[in-house]
């Protein structure tokens, strides 16, 4: 080499630095806080590529052990936000800068001194069967076993009325599939996120994505969350590279209709907001259903607007339901404002 080209190299470097410090301030690797799990790890590590490519920062994955990760007890026992906390912590604390989250986990409730910098663009969203021989939900014969954990499949489930047997399980992903096509498998189907089996490559076990008419997904279901301290400017403006706005729109109108219901991710509660294009601009079309974990309840109703409308939309159709007596269904609030559930399956 050249003395001229290893000035050039230096010369070229030292740009690329001063373009970093302008772009993020310090040009020390982000330290990206995940959970140790698989789908942590898939969603984190997705993140982490697409920053990488949209500003050329540097960013290192930070494992850290959530109290949702650590117990095998159903999660509408734990608490809404088991799977967040530590992670929330660990970023009060400095100990990471960012942190991305299953939005379908977060608590409706935002978290003082933090904020949500990027919502990125939605994975499917639908529920998924994994079934033995290849069957959909219609195909499974009468008493057929079932796997899910949450009240929300669990209530719909038993809405179909297929007389189909619910088995109550948790677990990761991989160990729920296991659970149909492993080699000490004892469930004839398990139901779960489309969007983690797309996530972890195996979306080629899905035997039916199923039809939100017949599985309405949990709200913010397929949806991530990109979370940083909230006096972080220089990060959040950096962040938001990441953020899609009609995610964004879909999942302010779902989180809205779940926040003035009361209720958290472990609720019998399903919400749903699509995006269409309408004569006068995009359209939200947003639907929600309460109903009760045994299914003999099922109360659900759809509301339209305009994307800047998202949270009056679900405001407004929570309220319908309200009216229609989901309250009913979902418990009488606690003092801590969260609804305890009356009964449940897996109680
Ligand atoms: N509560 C568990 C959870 N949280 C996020 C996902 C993956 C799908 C998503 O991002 O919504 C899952 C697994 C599942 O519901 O099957």
Known sequence: MTPTSVA????????????????GGLVTALRLGTRGSAL?????????????????????????????????????RLGVGVFVSALRDALAANEIDFAVHSYKDLPTA???????????????????????????????PPEATVGTGA???IAQVHALGLQLTVVPIRGNVDSRVKRVLGPEADLDAVVLARAGLVRLGRADV?????????????????????????????????????????????????????????AGCSAPVAGYAELAEGDDG?????????????GSRDIRLSRTG??????????????????????????????????????????
């Open 110 to 140: 935002g978290q003082a001194g933090l904020h949500i910098a990027a919502v990125p663009p939605r994975e499917d969203p639908r529920d998924a069967l994994v079934a033995q021989g290849g069957r959909t939900l219609a195909e499974l």
């Open 40 to 76: 942590a790890l898939a969603q984190s590590r997705g993140i982490a590529d697409a920053l990488r490519a949209a500003t050329g920062r540097e960013v290192e994955l930070v494992e850290v052990v959530t109290a949702g990760d650590r117990s095998s007890a159903p999660v509408h």
């Open 206 to 262: 899905i035997t039916e994505t199923l039809d939100p008419m017949l599985m309405l997904p949990a709200p913010a279901q397929g949806a991530l969350a990109v979370e940083c301290r909230a006096d972080d400017s220089d990060l959040i403006e950096l962040l938001s590279v990441l953020d899609h706005a009609p995610t964004r729109a879909a999942i302010t109108a779902e989180r809205s209709f779940l926040a003035t219901l009361e």
């Open 282 to 294: 995009d359209e939200i079309y947003l639907r929600g259903a309460v109903i009760s974990p045994d």
């Open 8 to 23: 050039r190299r230096w010369h070229e470097r030292a740009q690329r630095a001063s373009q970093a410090v302008e772009r």
């Open 306 to 347: 305009t994307p800047a409308e998202a949270s009056e939309i679900g405001k407004a159709l929570a309220a319908e339901l309200l009216d229609l007596g989901a309250d009913s269904i979902l418990g009488t609030p606690t003092e801590s404002g969260a609804r305890t559930q009356h009964f449940g399956a897996t109680e």
């Open 151 to 153: 009240l929300r499949r």
